[in-house]
């Protein structure tokens, strides 16, 4: 029986060939395309700054995760180690968990719950249930947490009709096209492998690690803006462009008009 740290014991081969341009990496592009989220965290943290300022504590843990997401996906892509999947896919798991229990807002919890803290605790004890049961069937743990991104999108429809800010539905619609261009990539390698191997192409997760990280650089200053809005009423959240708005690929990010002053 093969060790669990052992190469290719993992439940899932991914449709990229296995060793073909390295003697150490099992699938070669799917694992440097990981750099994407390396450059994703700092990326948040620096052009949010003035955020960061005043909510520091959730932009570090949830940036920190995200770089961690990284880490753990290369080193899964890098050995299809059994180890390295449940690394992989529970890393994605308490990413998300940790950024809802930050940032999900209050209008929007439970009856039973009546603080943030309270929901901090129903967060963690689901997360910890759904790691246990991680362990059980590690592999239909990824159609699960893209199905969490449906619920976002949800929650997402739901602030956009409150909102009136154009650049605030325009940041909506690119990270909702960057996700369907991800989530495209990530099934055409699952179900249509044959395919892409037939043609010589079978790099589709690759693309799904960089997309998804393109999504998630609007998914965060969107997130961050809402917050904004319900965390912190004296300060209104503009959306701003870097490098500047009229560059035709560009980052957006959040910064905090000055405080009203109180009478």
């Not at 990284?70 to 892509?77: A, E, P, R, T």
């Not at 949800?154 to 909506?172: G, Q, S």
Request: with cysteine.
């Amino acid at each position: 029986m093969p060790s669990i740290f052992s190469y290719q014991s993992a439940e899932v081969d991914w449709c990229e060939g296995n060793f073909e341009r390295s003697a150490v990496i099992a699938e070669y592009y799917n694992t440097i395309s990981n750099v994407s989220f390396f450059v994703l965290s700092p990326a948040l943290l620096y052009l949010n700054r003035q955020y960061r300022q005043h909510r520091a504590v959730p932009m570090y843990v949830v940036s920190c995760l995200l770089f961690c997401v990284g880490i753990f996906s290369m080193y899964f892509h890098m050995t299809l180690s059994y180890v390295g999947q449940l690394l992989d896919e529970l890393s994605i798991l308490w990413t998300l968990a940790v950024a809802y229990s930050f940032w999900y807002p209050r209008v929007y919890f439970p009856r039973c719950i009546k603080t943030r803290k309270h929901f901090f605790w129903l967060s963690g004890i689901t997360t910890v249930i759904s790691t246990l049961m991680s362990f059980i069937k590690p592999a239909f743990n990824a159609y699960v947490l893209n199905c969490i991104a449906f619920h976002l999108l949800y929650l997402t429809w739901r602030e956009l009709k409150k909102c009136n800010d154009k650049r605030v539905h325009r940041m909506a619609a690119v990270m909702v096209l960057w996700w369907v261009l991800a989530i495209s990539s990530w099934i055409s390698d699952r179900w249509l492998c044959g395919l892409w191997q037939a043609i010589n192409f079978p790099y589709f997760h690759s693309f799904w690690h960089v997309l998804i990280a393109m999504s998630l650089l609007y998914c965060c200053p969107l997130v961050i803006y809402f917050d904004v809005c319900y965390e912190m009423p004296s300060f209104k959240p503009k959306l701003e462009y870097w490098p500047s708005d009229s560059w035709p690929v560009v980052v957006p990010y959040v910064t905090l008009e000055e405080p009203h002053k109180q009478c």
